[in-house]
């Protein structure tokens, strides 16, 4: 299995601008999570999906990203339009039991806003 | 909601044996683990602790008291590669128990 696939792995792009950021879970992974990393504020919960469904989007920080999982084998998450306090890495995880057997993280895309 | 603490840095060298500790506070507990990850790269999941007592794998152990909302990490025969950010992360009822909580993480730096 190729684990989960990220792309891209980085982006700069200029503020006001849209950004879109991929995510391929493990095949019968029914749960995939988007999270973000700051030194500030550590791994933030965005939103989670079970069997491509939102549950909990509570952590998206505002109307400006949003998240879609259109089938079992594909996410995206958007930023329209970006702010430098966007600047961050963003992790897509999937899971099969929503974390009793722990997530498996991709690569993560870095995200520079300028 | 939830709540967790672990040190923001811990040294030691090369060999030797090192504790993660990790204080939580939540409600409706179902579990505690472990996420190990070095610069530049993803979290890699360690180890689950759904009840008491001390977990074993190799030279990673953790460890789980409930009734103490406590748990951490033992190290043994530290090496060079181990020197990465270790987070600890809550189960709990929110969410039937279907999402993690992460700690600020521990940034741990082996020496020779």
């Known amino acids: 299995d190729a684990g989960v696939i990220q792309s891209p792995r980085h982006e700069v792009t200029e503020m006001g601008q849209e950004v879109t950021l991929r995510c391929k879970p493990i095949s019968g992974h029914d749960y995939l999570f988007w999270y973000r990393q700051t030194m500030m504020r550590g791994l933030e919960l965005l939103i989670y999906?079970?069997?491509?469904?939102?549950?909990?989007d509570s952590g998206m920080p505002e109307d400006r990203f949003s998240a879609k999982m259109p089938n079992a084998s594909f996410s995206t998450l958007k930023i329209q339009p970006s702010e430098p306090r966007d600047s961050a890495v963003y992790f897509c995880?999937?899971?099969?039991?929503?974390?009793?057997?722990?997530?498996?993280f991709g690569s993560g895309t870095r995200l520079t806003v300028v | 909601g939830q709540s967790l603490e672990q040190p923001s840095e811990v040294t030691a060298v090369e060999g030797a044996i090192v504790q993660i500790n990790c204080t939580y506070q939540t409600s409706g507990f179902y579990g505690l683990s472990w996420y190990q990850q070095h610069d530049g790269g993803a979290p890699t999941f360690l180890s689950y602790?759904?009840?008491?007592g001390l977990e074993e794998t190799g030279r990673f152990s953790s460890f789980l008291s409930r009734s103490d909302s406590y748990g951490y990490l033992l190290l043994q025969e530290l090496q060079m590669k181990d020197s990465a950010s270790y987070f600890c992360?809550?189960?709990?009822?929110?969410?039937?128990?279907?999402?993690?909580?992460f700690g600020g993480g521990t940034r741990l730096m082996v020496k020779p």
């Open positions: 995880a999937s899971s099969r039991d929503g974390g009793l057997h722990g997530y498996t």
């Open positions: 999906f079970n069997n491509n469904v939102p549950i909990d």
């Open positions: 602790n759904a009840l008491d």
């Open positions: 992360a809550v189960r709990d009822r929110s969410n039937a128990g279907n999402m993690l909580t």
